[in-house]
């Protein structure tokens, strides 16, 4: 009743959602990608139990499933690692990497890559939609570059550094793939 609509009286108004992703990192039975060491489960990864298309929830079962395998796998395997000194590890901050994450700036920045996503590479693709969104987030990519090397670290700036660099790899896959499949769907 809160968006005006009774459900006891009208149907309720569904529309389509981009809530999960279909596709990530290729892993194999346990969790391994193709790089030693490097695990991936959830929604990172590729198992190929749910072909080119996923139905809701089946994800969660899916997660929890490679996740303990994954977790077997690296346990089986934690003898033969050794634990880096954390003094040789260089510390991440640089000294050019002074001012205060800005709130406002990366609302806005990731506000454009979520609208950039929904409207340019969302469910009906088109290449002249892809070719303006890797366009405007192939800008958008060199003031956030240039925001994080000047910007102290901080969980936001990080989330929107990958989440325009994920946004830039998507858009690039669905613009070179020309072939519908699953949930990519190519109109022209």
Known sequence: REDGVDATAE?????????????????????????QRLYAIGEVSCTGVHGANRLGSASLLEGLVWGVRAATSIGAGLPDWKVADSRRIPHWQTERATDPADPVLIEHDMGTIKHTMWYYVGLVRRRRRLERALRD??????????FYR???????????RNAGLAAIVVARAAWENRESRGCHYRED
């Open 11 to 35: 149907p309720i108004p569904v529309g389509p959602a981009a809530h999960y992703l279909c596709g990530g990192v290729w892993v194999d039975e346990w969790g391994r990608t193709s790089l």
């Open 137 to 146: 987030l192939s800008n958008l990519r060199q003031d956030i570059d240039a």
């Open 150 to 160: 000047t910007t102290r670290l901080s969980p936001e700036i990080i989330g929107l």
